[in-house]
C-alpha cells in the first residue's frame, strides 16, 4: 500500500513511478487530500488505477492534525515511558526504567 497526503497528481515523474506500481494488481494507493483541485486526481486514476484506490477528501481527511491525533496509531505507553527515559537520560537525570 502506498499513502499519499496532499499530493496533486501534478508531477509527471512521480505518476511514471505510480503508474508502474498499480500494474501489480497487490497494490493500493490512498489518496489522502483537502480537495482535487484541477481534477488532476480522477484524471490520474481513471487512466491506471481500476479498483486500486481508496480516496478520503475534505478538510477533515486532509488536516494533519486530524490524521495524527484520530487514525494514526498512536504509541504505546511502554514506548512512551523509554522516551521520557531517554530525554532524563539526555538531561542528564540517569531515567532508569
Not at 499513502?3 to 509527471?12: A, I, K, P, Q, W
Not at 484506490?53 to 504509541?75: I, K, M
Amino acid at each position: 500500500m502506498l499513502v499519499t497526503f496532499g499530493y496533486g497528481f501534478g508531477d509527471d515523474h512521480v505518476n511514471r513511478i505510480l503508474r508502474d506500481m498499480l500494474t501489480l494488481r497487490s497494490t493500493h494507493l490512498l489518496v489522502i487530500a483537502f480537495s482535487d483541485a484541477g481534477d488532476r486526481t480522477a484524471r490520474f486514476l481513471s487512466d491506471v488505477a481500476r479498483e486500486q484506490y481508496s480516496l478520503l477528501f475534505g478538510p477533515h481527511f486532509g488536516d494533519l492534525g486530524t490524521l495524527v491525533d484520530h487514525y494514526l496509531p498512536q504509541p504505546g505507553s511502554e514506548q512512551a515511558l523509554l522516551r521520557e527515559a531517554d530525554r532524563a537520560r539526555a538531561l542528564g537525570g540517569g531515567g532508569t526504567v
